[in-house]
């Protein structure tokens, strides 16, 4: 019988494949799901040891990673934002069109079942 083939990668990037055929599943997968459950109870141990940050500290820490994102952001420049507005004035005169038309067909259509 033919099973079904997955491709799985753990938390440290390792990825393999592995064959399931109903609930029988690769001894390699066992293990692995093994060495995850005690990661997780280490992981879980490191977290109650953890001393709890000040208010302060995490509100500074976030700012300081909030301004280190926006050095990662790419700004556009002159050229392209000038494209950019154009574009979106093409819309907008586009859809004031668009309503004006169909404001002033329905306002006929009523004019004219009255």
């Known amino acids: 019988m033919f099973g079904v083939l997955y491709f799985r990668c753990n938390a440290t990037k390792s990825c393999f494949y592995f064959e399931k055929v109903g ?19 280490v992981n879980a141990k490191k977290k109650t040891k953890k001393k709890k940050d000040s208010f302060v500290k995490k509100g500074l820490q976030f700012l ?18 000038i494209k950019y507005a154009g574009a979106t004035l093409a ?24």
């Open 23 to 41: 609930e029988i599943v690769t001894k390699k997968v066992k293990e692995e799901k093994k060495k995850d459950n005690v990661k997780k109870v």
């Open 91 to 114: 819309f907008v005169v586009f859809f004031a069109l668009f309503f004006l038309l169909a404001d002033g067909i329905i306002w006929g259509l009523k004019q004219v079942m009255r």
């Open 64 to 81: 300081k990673d909030v301004r280190k994102e926006l050095g990662k952001v790419r700004w556009p420049n002159k050229k392209e934002m």
